[in-house]
């Protein structure tokens, strides 16, 4: 199964630029990495993807390195609305998700 | 982007008891997916639901204790049966898109006592 690894916990001043890293060394050449964020309980949601390029959308930008083997999350003026738990994930060959501890992160005023 | 709701929101109910969770969706979708949340934890796949055949059970859940109707492309259900304190948790659907972007529901709060 698909395995990532983040850092349990960080904390960002309000805005300033989040930097959320997760390494993904077990990704496929054909498989897209996935960020979602959960607050407080609620359903997890979509935040950005990408395969080899970096991406960037109203939300956030994604960094994958050229080895594909981690990537960075990177939300560039926090605010207190983003705090909450952060995963990436990607697919192991299907549409499944495995979803690892991700990283709590707390935005401070 | 779908929008999905989940009936009930939460739910207080005695062990031994099922409770049926309904996922709806605002658009036609192939795929959905159920999940468990326990408290302080990660998301856990339960099983993909496919309309026209049977849910696909990850290792460790099985249908006796979780079945799963796919009666069309906007609606599943998930059954938690036989319950136990140890199945309190969240329980959220979720749809895939074209590009494998999963969208959640809001999730159902289950406390069994």
């Known amino acids: 199964d698909a395995k990532t690894t983040q850092p349990p916990s960080m904390d960002c001043a309000e805005g300033r630029a989040a930097n959320l890293p997760c390494n993904h060394s077990?990704?496929?050449?054909?498989?897209?990495v996935y960020w979602y964020r959960q607050i407080h309980s609620q359903g997890p949601q979509y935040i950005i993807h990408?395969?080899?390029n970096n991406e960037t959308n109203e939300m956030a930008s994604l960094i994958i390195t050229e080895d594909r083997k981690s990537s960075t999350l990177i939300l560039p003026h926090a605010t207190l609305r983003d705090t909450a738990v952060y995963y990436c994930?990607?697919?192991?060959?299907?549409?499944?998700?495995?979803f690892g501890t991700g990283t709590r992160l707390k935005v401070l005023a | 982007s779908a929008v999905i709701s989940q009936k009930p929101s939460r739910d207080i109910c005695q062990r031994g008891t099922s409770l049926t969770i309904q996922c709806q969706v605002d658009s036609q979708v192939t795929m959905m997916f159920w999940y468990r949340q326990q408290p302080g934890q990660s998301l856990t796949l339960i099983a993909t639901?496919?309309?026209?055949?049977?849910?696909?059970?990850e290792s460790g859940f099985v249908i006796d204790k979780f079945p799963i109707s796919r009666p069309n492309l906007t609606f599943s259900t998930l059954t938690v049966s036989n319950m136990s304190p140890e199945d309190s948790s969240i329980y959220l659907c979720?749809?895939?898109?074209?590009?494998?972007?999963?969208?959640f529901g809001p999730g159902t709060r289950l406390t069994v006592t």
């Open positions: 990408g395969l080899k």
């Open positions: 639901a496919n309309q026209g055949s049977e849910a696909t059970y």
């Open positions: 994930t990607y697919t192991s060959g299907t549409y499944k998700y495995i």
């Open positions: 979720s749809v895939t898109s074209d590009y494998y972007e999963q969208y």
């Open positions: 077990t990704i496929s050449g054909n498989e897209y």
